[in-house]
């Protein structure tokens, strides 16, 4: 049996590479929506306020008095709202103007204790000082500062924009979800074809090839802080309706209790943040392999050599493990179970030296099963790297093998041929 490299796009079907670009049509409709939603919401709750915030550095400083103050509220099916509505006025130039914009914050929020000291702060009759726009004194504000309520406010943009925009680079084929491996279905077997005499094609190429490992290191970081980013930017919303009811006295101790695997699971997302940024400064492994692939019962050289703090390692091992996993739906949930059928250990050390780099001959047991993907069931070979290293995330490197099934014998091959 002789093995070719799949099909390439250029050469599948044009009813295939229409369903494709229909599918990254309908992928980018789908994410388009959440990408406005964000970009327009970041710039009117973020980045408007802070463009005024940076302006009003240069804005005078002008004596005002307060006309009114007062703390409206603001009723609706989500619960009640509060509002800061402050009036006063000013000089400049011996003219009179009036303004009500106390911050640089639009709209109102649940925050009724600290919309009150506001009010308390500044009553009507008090004099205080504001900050005008010398091109335009009819733009005033009162606190001109930033506040960390912008940070707040722009979480759940944020997320929407992080969705919206890296779900059209994913359709669109620019930005990729972890590296590509090679699978079993880019070695396809086929006939083989007869040229000139006996002679067959060979797909497979002989020679190293240096593995590359089924995630990478910064991949895992960004899928970490993407998850954090909008698991804490809902928590923080449900936190801070907790915080105003202790605030106001009228704690809502369901809600509290309600939310502390929340906020547990958001604290754990946060330490795997940190814990993956540190994983980024360990040593390196680089892996080559004698040949691209390996049929069952075949031997092929592996050599890896480290890069980086190779020295705080305290011991390696290397395993050549074989996984068979099985995906089913029960009613509307889906399940996927995983058993390793194989797990052959090819390296164990504690001395640096040999740590460092070294060269292991690898064998796949004859009697097992070759690499398979079905869809639902796969029968995945792959070689992991595990690193020890004391009071740091150890080194966990997976690398992923392609097993071909028994090669036909030369018997066979000369019949087919034939």
């Not at 009036?87 to 009036?98: A, D, F, K, M, P």
Request: with cysteine; glycine share 8%; hydrophobic share 40%.
């Amino acid at each position: 049996m002789l093995f070719r490299r799949k099909k390439s796009e250029t050469d599948t079907a044009i009813s295939r590479q229409g369903k494709s670009a229909l599918g990254r049509g309908c992928a980018l409709l789908f994410f388009l929506p959440f990408l406005l939603i964000g970009v327009g919401t970041m710039y009117a709750l973020l980045i408007k306020p802070l463009m005024y915030v940076q302006a009003a550095r240069n804005w005078v400083e002008t004596p005002c008095q307060i006309v009114s103050s007062q703390l409206k509220e603001h009723r609706d099916n989500d619960g009640t709202t509060y509002s800061v509505e402050i009036v006063y006025t000013y000089e400049v130039s011996g003219e009179r103007y009036e303004s009500s914009r106390y911050d640089f914050i639009d709209g109102s929020s649940s925050a009724r204790g600290a919309n009150q000291a506001i009010v308390d702060r500044y009553p009507a009759g008090a004099e205080a000082v504001c900050f005008v726009d010398p091109n335009d004194p009819n733009e005033a504000v009162i606190d001109r500062e930033f506040s960390w309520v912008f940070l707040a406010l722009a979480i759940i943009p944020l997320a929407f924009t992080l969705v919206g925009g890296g779900g059209m680079l994913v359709a669109c084929g620019v930005w990729q979800v972890g590296r590509r491996t090679p699978k079993t279905a880019d070695w396809l077997p086929t006939q083989p074809q007869a040229k000139s005499g006996v002679q067959a094609e060979l797909a497979p190429q002989a020679g190293p090839v240096v593995l590359r490992p089924s995630s990478s290191r910064w991949g895992s970081i960004i899928g970490v802080s993407f998850f954090a980013l909008i698991w804490n930017g809902v928590t923080l919303a449900f936190l801070i309706k907790v915080a105003e009811g202790f605030e106001q006295g009228e704690p809502e101790w369901f809600l509290t209790l309600f939310l502390i695997p929340f906020v547990l699971i958001g604290l754990g997302s946060i330490g795997a943040i940190g814990y993956y940024f540190l994983a980024l400064f360990n040593p390196r492994p680089t892996v080559t392999l004698s040949q691209p692939t390996v049929t069952l019962g075949g031997t092929m050289r592996m050599e890896w050599k480290f890069s980086g703090r190779t020295h705080a390692m305290q011991r390696l091992q290397i395993h050549l493990r074989g996984e068979e996993s099985a995906t089913y739906r029960r009613g509307t949930d889906t399940y996927t179970d995983t058993e390793r059928f194989a797990d052959m250990l090819l390296f164990d050390s504690v001395d640096p030296l040999d740590m460092a780099s070294g060269v292991v001959e690898l064998r796949v047991p004859d009697d097992s099963m070759h690499s398979f993907d079905g869809g639902n069931n796969r029968i995945e070979w792959k070689i992991c790297i595990d690193g020890e290293i004391r009071r740091w995330p150890d080194v966990r490197e997976t690398y992923p093998l392609v097993v071909l099934p028994h090669p036909v014998g030369q018997a066979a091959l000369a019949s087919v041929v034939n």
